[in-house]
């Protein structure tokens, strides 16, 4: 569609730009409109009037009236549109009003406005029409109309007047509605640095006030908001806490496994139905949480697998116990661990934060200690196989991330101590492994198994709260 110029003279400008006819294949590709207000004598005093999208119920028929309105107001019509292609139109004109001229249905102006903008035009809208409904004026300003006139005995100044309170209104409605985004906006960033001071609170022990200071400061470094900073390091404290909580999934995984084992072995039978019972709730707890998380739709679909596994392993050790049962429960503990470590991985990936890595490191070697004892058991009792074959690989790779963990830059006095400690019970561990066909091996292999898990238990937490990895 273009504008055609039908005049000549400064008084024709309005009745000449709103006379509407198609488009030919030769005609300027700018936006017709500017291409003849260029080429128009009087140009610059257009750009002093009102820019004008007029809403009609045929953007091709402008009636009279209007035009004779426009010729003698301040006003200057830059195109039309209809309720259908308001939006598109007032996006590529940009004009300064809108103006509602006689509309076939007051309901569906005011629906093609709440669809458009939600109450919040970002032009003011001034209505002409017939006589309204009381309930009407109600959802007219609901939907962002600023301003409204009969179309009986509307002249030149009651058009200015018009448009002048559309604009009046309209611009303090927008003040207010700033106000009140920019006072939300204050009242979230207080919230998250809140909760980000707790977190350094408890992280460091520090009072309320070093906590600001530590994220004002590092606020300044990054360049960015307090209250940016602020969120990212409760995000970064999120991911911290699900990729613990996933990881600890592995672990269970395996401690389940292995606590089947001890029971069929008759290795401190009441310690393992305690540990048993525990540790069922605590995978119940696991799922609980990571499902109220805002997760994305990998680390989504990892979760569902993980919840599956769980139900069948779930199923598996409700089953009389026996070395056929025994190797099902081991075969569905396996599925459970590749589950829960392709979650952590996701978790990991979508946290975005490379300090994650040393609490998914870590918590990592809580099922290992659980993996090494509860393979040792089963080739004890069920005769060598696949399990014997795990023994190795499993040491090694624990191995190898403790030296990892002990070399990390990310440390404490308190976490060095405990992997001096986990070393010790390391070493105890492996003895039990090689003595695992004698009853004083078993008991050794339980009891170390369970020390560790207890000691990367407590240190994952210690990398989780640590400062490094919350303003990561």
């Known amino acids: 569609m273009g504008w055609r110029a039908a005049g000549a003279a400064a008084g024709d400008f309005t009745k000449a730009v709103l006379r509407y006819t198609a488009p030919s294949v030769t005609q300027d590709p700018c936006p017709p409109f500017v291409a003849y207000a260029a080429r128009a004598p009087f140009f610059h005093n257009a750009l002093a009037m009102i820019r004008l999208l007029l809403v009609l119920p045929d953007a091709d028929a ?60 970002p032009h003011p809208v001034s209505l002409v029409c017939g ?5 009407q004026h109600e959802e007219l300003v609901h939907v962002g109309v600023n301003a409204w006139s009969l179309a009986v005995g509307l002249d030149a100044p009651a058009l200015r007047a018009l448009l002048a309170r559309a604009d009046a209104r309209w611009r303090r409605e927008a003040a207010l509605r700033d106000t009140l985004t920019r006072s939300l906006a204050h009242l979230d960033e207080r919230k998250w640095v809140d909760r980000a001071k707790g977190l350094l609170m408890s992280a460091r022990g520090i009072d309320e006030d070093a906590a600001f200071v530590l994220l004002r400061g590092a606020a300044m470094h990054a360049n960015l908001r307090v209250g940016e900073l602020s969120r990212s390091v409760v995000e970064a404290a999120q991911w911290a806490e699900a990729i613990n909580r996933a990881g600890q999934l592995r672990m269970l995984s395996q401690r389940l496994a292995r606590l089947a084992a001890q029971a069929l072995a008759g290795v401190d039978a009441r310690r393992s139905r305690s540990l048993r019972t525990e540790s069922v709730a605590r995978v119940q707890d696991n799922l609980a949480h990571l499902a109220a998380l805002p997760l994305d739709e990998l680390s989504k679909m990892a979760l569902e697998r993980v919840r599956a596994a769980w139900e069948a392993l779930d199923a598996a050790l409700g089953a009389r116990l026996s070395p056929a049962a025994l190797g099902a429960i081991d075969v569905d503990a396996e599925a459970l661990l590749t589950a829960a470590e392709a979650l952590t991985d996701a978790l990991e990936t979508s946290g975005g934060r490379r300090a994650l890595r040393i609490v998914n490191l870590c918590g990592r070697q809580r099922m290992r200690a659980q993996r090494l004892a509860k393979d040792a058991l089963l080739a004890s009792l069920l005769g060598g196989g696949e399990w014997s074959m795990r023994l190795a690989p499993t040491m090694d790779a624990f191995e190898a991330s403790l030296l990892e963990l002990e070399r990390a830059p990310l440390s404490s006095p308190e976490i060095r101590a405990a992997l001096a400690g986990a070393r010790d019970e390391w070493l105890r561990l492996v003895r039990g492994v090689r003595e695992a066909d ?35």
């Open 438 to 472: 004698r009853a004083e091996g078993r008991a050794d292999l339980v009891r170390a198994s369970e020390v560790l898990a207890d000691t990367f238990d407590r240190l994952t937490a210690s990398y989780e709260h640590s400062l490094q990895v919350i303003m990561s």
């Open 131 to 135: 006589p309204l409904a009381a309930s």
């Open 62 to 121: 402008v009636p009279d009236a209007l035009q004779r309105l426009l010729a003698t107001s301040d006003a200057a019509a830059i195109g039309a549109a209809t309720c259908d292609t308001l939006v598109q139109q007032a996006s590529m004109l940009v004009p300064q009003q809108l103006l509602a001229w006689q509309p076939a249905s007051i309901a569906g102006l005011r629906a093609a406005l709440q669809a458009a903008w939600a109450g919040a035009p």
